[in-house]
């Protein structure tokens, strides 16, 4: 009897699916009046019947295999808009709702959202062309749904006609983020972005480089290919092969696509990991042949079926190896629970679905609950429109099998939609009487939010409230920013390259800098390099013309001046190295040639010292010691070779290279990376300890002749040098930017000019100025004057030493009368030590003149 009973009601199912629809009305899936209504989309049937490979004809076919998780969301929001109703929420006014099954087309779902755009209470289902679509009154103020990210942007697409409010509660594909396209579009999930970027952050913490991914040919699909790509790279993840399958079960190759692809993953033996984008219809094709060929891997799943029961119940299904998988945060769902239980007291009427599942739970009346599913898919296959058989009254809805099969995320998701319409609606009823369908258009409800959009360059924040619809705007920090309005997140700029200030809207290229020709600090220090340099010109140019005068020989000699204006001015030159873009040729050449030439300097200021030093002492040992250490050539070599060896070994071990500083965070500085610190700080510290010891040697003859000593203008010269270069060490350890080579630049010429002056200024006012005292006889007076001052010198504090012990022993302190007498005979011998000396005076200065000349 039992078996009659189920083979009657198949043939009746089979019998009334076989004509497509003939009315609108006939589309509706479950209907229910109210004040507002709230249209829905749900894909309860897999795919459309046709017995053709296309259509022929412009008609919506009947639809086919029975979903029975959609089914479950379909009551979800039937469930939500009954609490709302319920609640206190909308005072008296009371939502309706229109479902419409989607079939997993893109044509019915288009067909649907037809409907919902055609004009409220008209006798005809009529939707209108207008230019201005304010003040239209369309059949729905909003719409919950699609699932599917492919079909839920085709009907955006049309609802953005007249802005209808779309709440998706699943699509997450990352473009329906964007206002532009999708200015009515709202969604209770996180987009793609994120899944993608857990998946790929998944995989590479779990040690995971070589991984298959398979995804369908829609919008979905493809978007999360490329985010998944994209987010996979970063994490040095590689994708061996990607597997793309239709869409939609009606295309007739989805079964050579399917096994291709298990071929595929049985070739690729070392990918042992593999990323599923698919529906679930996909998934539970593949799985159950991937049984059947005894394949192995660890699967991630994606939100679309990672808690889809459907899957978790295929058979054997433990052995494909291990699933993991990404899921919707999940709600309270008690009270949705209470619905099922009680679901048999619902209203079947106008709720096509509803029938349906019973009808098919009927023919399954007598299967065990871990076949019912299959069964009931089985009993589907060609179902398309219901049969009304007499039901035994002791039937069960078989509360408990609806309740496995809920997805808890998916439905926490639809009260959430259905909650954010409820309290846009609330507050637009505030003010207007709701209880009239024409008290406001559906474009107001995308301004009635808890939150005000995000405008691009802010991020939303999250509040501490319940409702993920009540967030804050909040401004993307530097560096960051966002493009589209209500993004999650902010996106980084590649601090390398690309800069953003506070709250933008796009990346901008970080500007190059260096110290450019251009630049006024630039023009000014070449300004004075070249005046530098038209100073070193002129004085080569009047020494040459008083060749053979005293000073000029005094000073060296030509070939010296010559070899010392050479080292000035190529310390001059050196600082153009120091300005325009670098490049490896001016990094290099730069320190070196300020280096070795700053060094030939010093040294023949070097030899000079010690010169003066010879010329001028009178202490025998000291002349024998300076005799041994004069050699002018030796010392110039042997200095200026040692700096040499110092800069080769830099730039042979560590030279200065061209580097881009991007730590600042609006521009890329080109810079000079002096290589090693510590041979650049060797050579400048050489500098250093040749010209303290020339500071020494000058300072010991600072009170030499006037007129013709070098030794306290040598001195002044050393305290310049030392002075700017001293100063220069914490100004260039805590200066940073495209002026840092300016603060060396700015050194050398303190330091150049200081030597330069001190050394050849005091000269060329004798030979421009003081022109009288530029003679061989006055130099010859000065010496002579120099030599007999020092002798009498000498004399005189002889004489003193000898009165002192004179009167010393020749005084008694108690005999006055002899006091007189002492006094006259200390004077007299004072008298007569200043005679001796003044004779001794006369007669040693003579041969000294012809010797110091000579040397000098």
Same mark, same amino acid.
């Given at each position: 009897?039992?078996?009659?009973?189920?083979?009657?009601?198949?043939?009746?199912?089979?019998?009334?699916?076989?004509?497509? *629809?003939?009315?609108?009305?006939?589309?509706?899936? &479950?209907?229910?009046?109210?004040?507002?209504?709230?249209?829905?989309?749900? $894909?309860?049937?897999?795919?459309?019947?046709?017995?053709?490979?296309?259509?022929?004809? @412009?008609?919506?076919?009947?639809?086919?295999?029975?979903?029975?998780?959609?089914?479950?969301?379909?009551?979800?929001?039937?469930?939500?808009?009954?609490m709302i109703n319920n609640s206190t929420l909308l005072s008296g006014v009371k939502l309706g709702y229109e479902i419409y099954d989607t079939c997993t087309e893109v044509t019915v779902a288009m067909a649907a959202a037809l409907r919902f755009l055609s004009k409220l209470n008209c006798s005809r289902e009529v939707v209108e062309l207008k230019c201005d679509y304010s003040s239209y009154m369309p059949r729905v103020k909003a719409v919950i749904g699609a699932g599917y990210s492919e079909i839920t942007m085709a009907v955006?697409?049309?609802?953005?006609?007249?802005?209808?409010?779309?709440?998706?509660?699943?699509?997450? $594909?990352?473009? /329906?983020?964007?206002?532009?396209?999708?200015?009515?579009?709202?969604?209770?999930?996180?987009?793609?972005?994120?899944?993608?970027?857990?998946?790929?952050?998944?995989?590479?913490?779990?040690?995971?480089?070589?991984?298959?991914?398979?995804?369908?040919? %829609?919008?979905?699909?493809?978007?999360?290919?490329?985010?998944? $790509?994209?987010?996979?790279?970063?994490?040095?993840?590689?994708? +061996?092969?990607?597997?793309?399958?239709?869409?939609?079960?009606?295309?007739?190759?989805?079964?050579?696509?399917?096994?291709?692809?298990?071929?595929?993953?049985?070739?690729?033996?070392?990918?042992?990991?593999?990323?599923?984008?698919?529906?679930?219809?996909?998934?539970?094709?593949?799985?159950?042949?991937?049984?059947?060929?005894?394949?192995?891997?660890?699967?991630?799943?994606?939100?679309?079926?990672?808690?889809?029961?459907?899957?978790?119940?295929?058979?054997?299904?433990?052995?494909?190896?291990?699933?993991?998988?990404?899921?919707?945060?999940?709600?309270?769902?008690?009270?949705?629970?209470?619905? #099922?239980?009680?679901?048999?007291?619902?209203?079947?009427?106008?709720?096509?679905? /509803?029938?349906?599942?019973?009808?098919?739970?009927?023919? *399954?009346?007598?299967?065990?609950?871990?076949?019912?599913?299959?069964?009931?898919?089985?009993?589907?296959?060609?179902?398309?429109?219901?049969?009304?058989?007499?039901?035994?009254?002791?039937?069960? #809805?078989?509360?408990?099998?609806?309740?496995?099969?809920?997805?808890?995320?998916?439905?926490?998701?639809?009260?959430?939609?259905?909650? +954010?319409?409820?309290?846009?609606?609330?507050?637009?009823?505030?003010?207007?009487?709701?209880?009239?369908?024409?008290?406001?258009? @559906?474009?107001?409800?995308?301004?009635?939010?808890?939150?005000?959009?995000?405008?691009?360059?802010?991020?939303?924040?999250?509040?501490?409230?319940?409702?993920?619809?009540?967030?804050?705007?909040?401004?993307?920090?530097?560096?960051?920013?966002?493009?589209?309005?209500?993004?999650?997140? *902010?996106?980084?700029?590649?601090?390398?390259?690309?800069?953003?200030?506070?709250?933008?809207?796009?990346?901008?290229?970080?500007?190059?800098?260096?110290?450019?020709?251009?630049?006024? /600090?630039?023009?000014?220090?070449?300004?004075? &390099?070249?005046?530098?340099?038209?100073?070193?010109?002129?004085?080569?140019?009047?020494?040459?013309?008083?060749?053979?005068?005293?000073?000029?020989?005094?000073?060296?000699?030509?070939?010296?001046?010559?070899?010392?204006?050479?080292?000035?001015?190529?310390?001059?030159?050196?600082?153009?190295?120091?300005?325009?873009?670098?490049?490896?040729?001016?990094?290099?050449?730069?320190?070196? #040639?300020f280096g070795v030439s700053l060094t030939l300097c010093i040294s023949c200021i070097l030899t000079k010292s010690l010169k003066i030093l010879l010329a001028f002492s009178f202490d025998p040992k000291l002349q024998i010691l300076l005799k041994c250490l004069y050699k002018p050539i030796p010392i110039i070599f042997t200095c200026t070779g040692i700096q040499v060896v110092i800069c080769t070994l830099w730039l042979t071990l560590a030279a200065p290279v061209v580097e881009e500083n991007v730590s600042l965070p609006r521009?890329?500085?080109?810079?000079?990376?002096?290589?090693?610190?510590?041979?650049?700080?060797?050579?400048?510290?050489?500098? +250093?300890?040749?010209?303290?010891?020339?500071?020494?040697? &000058?300072?010991?003859?600072?009170?030499?002749?006037?007129?013709?000593?070098?030794?306290?203008?040598?001195?002044?010269?050393?305290?310049?040098?030392?002075?700017?270069?001293?100063?220069?060490?914490?100004?260039?350890?805590?200066?940073?930017?495209?002026?840092?080579?300016?603060?060396?630049?700015?050194?050398?010429?303190?330091?150049?000019?200081?030597?330069?002056?001190?050394?050849?200024?005091?000269? *060329?006012?004798?030979?421009?100025?003081?022109?009288?005292?530029?003679?061989?006889?006055?130099?010859?007076?000065?010496?002579?004057?120099?030599?007999?001052?020092?002798?009498?010198?000498?004399?005189?504090?002889?004489?003193?030493? %000898?009165?002192?012990?004179?009167?010393?022993?020749?005084?008694?302190?108690?005999? %006055?009368?002899?006091?007189?007498?002492?006094?006259?005979?200390?004077?007299?011998?004072?008298?007569?030590?200043?005679?001796?000396?003044?004779?001794?005076?006369?007669?040693?200065?003579?041969?000294?003149?012809?010797?110091?000349?000579?040397?000098?």
């Amino acid at each position: 009897m039992a078996l009659l009973i189920i083979q009657i009601t198949c043939l009746v199912i089979i019998l009334a699916t076989s004509q497509p *629809c003939q009315t609108p009305d006939d589309l509706v899936a &479950a209907t229910s009046p109210g004040h507002i209504m709230i249209g829905g989309l749900f $894909a309860i049937h897999e795919k459309m019947m046709s017995s053709e490979d296309y259509p022929r004809r @412009p008609q919506i076919q009947k639809c086919v295999g029975f979903e029975i998780s959609i089914f479950l969301q379909t009551l979800a929001m039937i469930h939500s808009i009954e609490m709302i109703n319920n609640s206190t929420l909308l005072s008296g006014v009371k939502l309706g709702y229109e479902i419409y099954d989607t079939c997993t087309e893109v044509t019915v779902a288009m067909a649907a959202a037809l409907r919902f755009l055609s004009k409220l209470n008209c006798s005809r289902e009529v939707v209108e062309l207008k230019c201005d679509y304010s003040s239209y009154m369309p059949r729905v103020k909003a719409v919950i749904g699609a699932g599917y990210s492919e079909i839920t942007m085709a009907v955006s697409r049309m609802l953005n006609l007249q802005l209808i409010p779309q709440v998706s509660y699943e699509s997450t $594909a990352e473009i /329906l983020s964007d206002k532009v396209r999708f200015p009515s579009f709202l969604r209770t999930v996180p987009s793609d972005y994120y899944q993608t970027k857990a998946i790929a952050h998944l995989i590479q913490k779990s040690g995971w480089n070589w991984i298959g991914m398979i995804t369908t040919d %829609d919008d979905y699909g493809r978007l999360a290919l490329s985010t998944f $790509a994209i987010q996979a790279a970063a994490n040095n993840v590689c994708i +061996a092969f990607k597997e793309v399958f239709p869409a939609f079960l009606s295309d007739n190759t989805i079964e050579g696509r399917i096994n291709q692809t298990l071929e595929k993953i049985i070739a690729e033996a070392q990918v042992n990991v593999i990323v599923v984008f698919l529906r679930q219809f996909h998934v539970f094709s593949l799985f159950n042949k991937a049984i059947e060929k005894n394949i192995n891997k660890i699967w991630i799943a994606s939100d679309n079926w990672s808690t889809a029961t459907k899957i978790a119940t295929i058979p054997n299904v433990r052995r494909i190896g291990k699933i993991v998988g990404f899921a919707f945060r999940r709600g309270n769902m008690s009270s949705f629970h209470s619905f #099922l239980q009680n679901l048999h007291m619902h209203r079947k009427d106008n709720n096509k679905p /509803l029938n349906e599942y019973i009808m098919l739970l009927s023919a *399954c009346a007598y299967v065990k609950d871990s076949e019912l599913s299959e069964c009931i898919s089985n009993q589907s296959l060609g179902l398309g429109s219901l049969a009304k058989l007499a039901i035994a009254s002791n039937f069960s #809805l078989r509360n408990d099998f609806l309740w496995d099969y809920s997805e808890p995320g998916l439905v926490h998701s639809i009260q959430l939609a259905a909650l +954010a319409l409820g309290y846009a609606i609330r507050d637009l009823c505030q003010a207007r009487d709701c209880h009239n369908p024409n008290a406001f258009q @559906p474009w107001e409800q995308v301004q009635s939010r808890c939150s005000q959009e995000c405008s691009p360059g802010e991020m939303k924040k999250t509040t501490r409230s319940q409702h993920t619809c009540c967030y804050e705007c909040v401004n993307c920090p530097e560096n960051h920013y966002t493009n589209q309005t209500d993004m999650d997140h *902010c996106l980084v700029c590649n601090n390398e390259t690309h800069w953003a200030p506070g709250r933008s809207t796009t990346c901008y290229e970080k500007e190059v800098e260096f110290l450019s020709w251009s630049d006024p /600090l630039a023009i000014l220090l070449l300004g004075l &390099a070249l005046l530098g340099i038209l100073f070193v010109l002129a004085i080569g140019i009047l020494f040459t013309r008083n060749l053979n005068t005293p000073v000029v020989k005094s000073s060296g000699g030509l070939a010296v001046c010559y070899v010392m204006l050479l080292c000035h001015f190529l310390n001059f030159v050196s600082t153009g190295f120091f300005v325009g873009e670098p490049q490896s040729f001016t990094c290099q050449t730069r320190q070196t #040639l300020f280096g070795v030439s700053l060094t030939l300097c010093i040294s023949c200021i070097l030899t000079k010292s010690l010169k003066i030093l010879l010329a001028f002492s009178f202490d025998p040992k000291l002349q024998i010691l300076l005799k041994c250490l004069y050699k002018p050539i030796p010392i110039i070599f042997t200095c200026t070779g040692i700096q040499v060896v110092i800069c080769t070994l830099w730039l042979t071990l560590a030279a200065p290279v061209v580097e881009e500083n991007v730590s600042l965070p609006r521009v890329i500085i080109l810079e000079c990376e002096e290589g090693s610190i510590v041979a650049f700080g060797t050579m400048l510290g050489y500098i +250093a300890f040749l010209a303290f010891i020339c500071f020494i040697f &000058a300072f010991k003859g600072r009170k030499l002749p006037e007129n013709y000593n070098e030794a306290k203008f040598i001195t002044f010269g050393m305290l310049i040098y030392f002075i700017a270069w001293i100063t220069f060490i914490p100004v260039y350890a805590n200066t940073f930017g495209k002026y840092l080579p300016a603060v060396e630049v700015i050194v050398i010429l303190i330091s150049n000019y200081g030597i330069l002056c001190c050394t050849f200024f005091p000269k *060329c006012y004798v030979l421009l100025w003081k022109q009288e005292i530029n003679t061989k006889s006055a130099f010859l007076q000065m010496v002579y004057s120099y030599s007999s001052h020092s002798a009498s010198s000498i004399a005189v504090s002889h004489a003193s030493l %000898d009165a002192t012990n004179s009167n010393t022993t020749g005084s008694n302190p108690s005999s %006055d009368s002899k006091s007189t007498a002492s006094q006259k005979s200390k004077g007299l011998q004072a008298h007569v030590f200043a005679d001796r000396y003044r004779e001794k005076s006369l007669r040693v200065p003579k041969p000294l003149p012809r010797k110091r000349i000579s040397s000098i």
